[in-house]
C-alpha cells in the first residue's frame, strides 16, 4: 500500500475488506442453517491465511491497533447486548436446576481443560493451563436460544433450565476469567502465589460484579429517569453506552477483564429504562444499540478467524490440541445433566444445549492473546487457532443435534 496514503484511507479499505467478508461468510453460514458467527470466522480464516497462496497485503490487518480498537469496542458491545437480554430479576428466577446445572457445565470443563492442555502442551505453565480450562467454561446462549426457538420449543422446561442456566453459566465463566487474569497478572508483577491472594482476587471479582449489580439497579433509574428529561435525539443510547463503558473502565480499574463490566452493565438495565423513551415514540436500548453492534461486532469476529493460522495444524500438537479440546468442551458440559432437579426433564438435551461456546469463547481468548507471563505469552497463535477450531466445532454440532434429541421424545 502506498506509504503517503491517509491512515484513515487504509483503515476504510481494510474494513470495507473485513465487513463484506463477514456478511458473505455469515449470509452463508445462515443459508446453511448455521449461526451466522461461524460465516464471519470462516471469512476472516479465508482472508487471514491468504498469504499461503502468496497474496499478503492484508497481512497488516491482524495487528493494526485501530482495527483492534475497533474490534474490542465490538466485544464489549457484545457483552452488553448478552447482558441486555437478561436481567438480574430472571436470574433470580432460574429455577432449582440451572444453578447446578450451571456449575457442574463450568467446573468440569474447567477441570478438564486444564488437564488435557498439561497432558498435551507438557512444557506450558500452570498460567497457560489454567486460561485454557477458563475458555471452556463458557456456553454462548444466543445459539442455543436460536435452536429452541426455530423448534417452538422456548417455553419448555427443558429450555428454561438450558437458558437459565447459561446465564449463571456466562457470570461463573466471567468470575473465573477475572480470577485466572489476575492471579497471571500478580505472578507477572512478582508477586508469590498464595492461597490469600487468589482470595483476595477472588473477592474482588465477586465484590465487583455483584457491586455493579447492585449500585446499578438502584442508581440507573434515577439517571435514565433524569435522561429522559432531555427532548434531543439520542439521549438513551447515549445513557445507556455511558454507562456501559464507565463499568468496563471500573472493571479495568479493578484489575479485571473490561467485559466483566460491560456485561454488568448490560444486567442491570431492563426495559423500565426504555419505557419513557419508548412511550414517546423513538427506540428501545436494544434497538438502538443493535446497529453499532452490527457494525462492530463483526470486525471482532472477523480479526480472531484472520489470527487462525492454518499453516499451525501441520504439525501434529495443534491439531492434536484442537481435537482434544473439542472433545472435552463436548464432554464437559453433558456432567450438566447431573444438575437436574426432578424428574421428566430430558437431561440429554440439557448436555446438548450448553455445548456451543461461540462467541463468548472466542472472547476469553482474545483476552489470553494480550495476556504474558514474564517474556512468554499465555496464547500462542498455535493454541489461538485450535481454540477457534473448538469454537467452531461445538458451534456446529449443537443445532443439529439439540434438534434430534429434543425431537427424539416429540
Known amino acids: 500500500m502506498a506509504p503517503h496514503l491517509d491512515p484513515v484511507a487504509s483503515l476504510a479499505l481494510w474494513l470495507v475488506i473485513m465487513l463484506l467478508g463477514a456478511r458473505l461468510g455469515g449470509e452463508g453460514a445462515v443459508r446453511l442453517g448455521q449461526p451466522a458467527v461461524l460465516g464471519e470466522l470462516a471469512a476472516g480464516i479465508i482472508l487471514g491465511n491468504l498469504r499461503l497462496a502468496g497474496i499478503e497485503f492484508l497481512e497488516p490487518i491482524k495487528h493494526a491497533p485501530s482495527i483492534e480498537m475497533l474490534a474490542g469496542l465490538g466485544v464489549l458491545l457484545l457483552l452488553f447486548e448478552v447482558g441486555l437480554e437478561s436481567t438480574v430479576a430472571q436470574m433470580m428466577r432460574v429455577g432449582l436446576s440451572a444453578v447446578p446445572v450451571a456449575v457442574l457445565g463450568v467446573i468440569t470443563p474447567f477441570a478438564l481443560g486444564w488437564l488435557v492442555t498439561a497432558w498435551l502442551l507438557p512444557g506450558s505453565t500452570i498460567y497457560v493451563q489454567i486460561f485454557l480450562g477458563a475458555t471452556l467454561t463458557a456456553t454462548s446462549v444466543g445459539i442455543t436460544a436460536r435452536v429452541l426457538k426455530d423448534l417452538g420449543r422456548s417455553s419448555s422446561p427443558e429450555a428454561r433450565i438450558i437458558l437459565g442456566a447459561a446465564v449463571v453459566d456466562d457470570v461463573l465463566g466471567l468470575l473465573i476469567l477475572a480470577t485466572v487474569v489476575g492471579i497471571i497478572g500478580a505472578s507477572s508483577n512478582s508477586q508469590a502465589f498464595s492461597?490469600?491472594?487468589?482470595?483476595?482476587?477472588?473477592?474482588?471479582?465477586?465484590?465487583?460484579?455483584?457491586?455493579?449489580?447492585?449500585?446499578?439497579?438502584?442508581?440507573?433509574?434515577?439517571?435514565?429517569?433524569?435522561?429522559?428529561?432531555?427532548?434531543?435525539?439520542?439521549?438513551?443510547?447515549?445513557?445507556?453506552?455511558?454507562?456501559?463503558?464507565?463499568?468496563?473502565?471500573?472493571?479495568?480499574?479493578?484489575g479485571l477483564a473490561a467485559i466483566v463490566g460491560a456485561f454488568a452493565a448490560g444486567l442491570v438495565l431492563e426495559e423500565l429504562h426504555s419505557r419513557p423513551f419508548v412511550e414517546r415514540g423513538e427506540k428501545s436500548l436494544g434497538e438502538l444499540i443493535e446497529p453499532l453492534s452490527s457494525f462492530l461486532t463483526p470486525i471482532f469476529f472477523v480479526l480472531m478467524g484472520m489470527r487462525t493460522d492454518l499453516a499451525s495444524f501441520a504439525g501434529s500438537q495443534t491439531a492434536g490440541l484442537a481435537i482434544a479440546l473439542t472433545v472435552v468442551a463436548i464432554v464437559g458440559k453433558q456432567a450438566c445433566s447431573l444438575g437436574v432437579i426432578g424428574g421428566g426433564i430430558d437431561r440429554l438435551s440439557i448436555g446438548i444445549g450448553m455445548i456451543p461456546r461461540g462467541e463468548v469463547g472466542?472472547?476469553?481468548?482474545?483476552?489470553?492473546?494480550?495476556?504474558?507471563?514474564?517474556s512468554h505469552p499465555i496464547i500462542t497463535d498455535a493454541t489461538f487457532s485450535a481454540i477457534v477450531v473448538m469454537v467452531m466445532a461445538t458451534t456446529l454440532v449443537t443445532p443439529p443435534t439439540l434438534k434430534w434429541s429434543l425431537n427424539r421424545r416429540a
Open 195 to 254: 492461597y490469600f491472594a487468589l482470595l483476595v482476587i477472588v473477592l474482588k471479582a465477586t465484590v465487583f460484579l455483584a457491586g455493579a449489580l447492585i449500585v446499578g439497579v438502584m442508581a440507573t433509574p434515577r439517571l435514565f429517569g433524569l435522561a429522559a428529561k432531555l427532548r434531543g435525539q439520542g439521549a438513551l443510547l447515549i445513557a445507556g453506552l455511558t454507562f456501559c463503558l464507565l463499568l468496563s473502565w471500573l472493571a479495568a480499574v479493578a
Open 362 to 374: 472466542l472472547i476469553f481468548a482474545d483476552v489470553g492473546l494480550k495476556l504474558s507471563h514474564g
